[in-house]
């Protein structure tokens, strides 16, 4: 399988492309990023479009936050930097960890902002999760419609027209380039977030087993109400050279933030992806359905930050990546299926040329906390069958 000559992105990740000297398209936009962005000018025009929204409202703005190493640096740099009042808005996908809860104590009362959450029902999110993982091989359609669609309908109802999210897509991926300054729009939602299946889309997939009121915290608002609000929805990564290792080390420093061990993530990276202990099962997906995983997409970001070598980066990911997470044991009690059937339906979505071998996985560690993680029985009897529409 061909892989990135600079970086080791695979020829199966999502929205990459590579030259005729194989490097890939996100290696060319860190060079850009690197090279070409004026960060002091987009500085400028942060303060500039900062200014019309400073004290109009009860808030200057939102800012989403699951308490992530991301999210927790944006509400950091938002409220000592840019000296704004947000509001924090949380979306509770189910599987918040206690070193993550713990952080987030920590930091709301340190900044001092004021915070809502919304949790929605587990009936309705197991039936999603299913669905989701049916159609498209992932099971998260819930939280990333949910983030960003709820949090939209949540700068409707409070009347804050400004949104900050984290970094460009640019830093990862290809749906957007650091020229481009995308906004967090309905266009990037569909593009890039909700697996290209609407809300609409999901009440059909279920055949009214969930009623369409039910689905509203993952249907993105109408746009006409967005533009009477005069929404702006941005992110902080195109105004501010992003760099997560530094902006761990800021959070660390100032917030108390502590990092923590993730399935299928190395040691030297305690600060990504802790929110959710379910990660390693999404991981444990792209693996099965792409042949990379987490470690690959860190390894990249050092590699491209010359903090790594890129066969320090293979060996690295030859180590953690593809390894069956001990969560899986859990994630396939929620949905009361069988790790046959989860097998089955994940290697309906394998990218060529990669083939998943199941028979050569290795078990991976268990996470010292997975005895805390919710284990409550939720009788199901009317779960839909695995057949894909079934």
Known sequence: MKSCTQCLVKETAEATTFDAAGSCSVCKQIEYK??????????????????????????????????????????????????????????????????????????????????????????????????????????????????????MQVALRYQVPLLFWGESLAEYQSFYTYEEMEEVDQKRFNRATNLGITADDMYEFLGGRIPMRDLYPFAYPPRKELAKLGVRSVCLGNYIKWDTKKQVEIIKQELGWEGDEVEGVPE????????????????????????????????????????????????????????????LDLFLQYLHMTEAEFLEIAMRHQVDPHRFAPNEVEDGKKMWDYDQWDNTHVPWPDRPGIKIGG
């Open 34 to 151: 690197e090279t070409k962005v004026d960060w002091p000018a987009r500085g400028q025009e942060l303060q500039t479009l900062i200014a019309p929204f400073m004290g109009k409202g009860l808030y200057d703005c939102i800012v989403p936050f699951s308490g992530g190493k991301d999210s927790t640096y944006q509400a950091w740099y938002i409220v000592t930097q840019l000296k704004m009042k947000p509001l924090i808005v949380r979306f509770d996908h189910g599987f918040f960890r206690t070193t993550l809860e713990e952080n987030n104590k920590r930091t709301f009362k340190k900044l001092g902002v004021d915070v809502i959450q919304f949790t929605p029902s587990w009936h309705v999110v197991r039936e999603l999760m299913l669905e989701s993982l049916k159609r498209r091989g992932d099971f998260c359609w819930h939280c990333h419609t949910g983030i960003y669609a709820h949090t």
């Open 268 to 327: 030297q990276f305690d600060y990504e992806k802790i929110e959710c202990h379910f990660q390693g099962i999404r991981d444990y997906l792209k693996y099965i359905k792409r042949g990379f995983g987490r470690t690959n997409h860190l390894a990249n970001i050092e590699i491209r930050n010359r903090r790594m070598s890129r066969e320090d980066g293979a060996a690295l990911e030859k180590e953690y990546d593809g390894k069956r997470p001990p969560s």
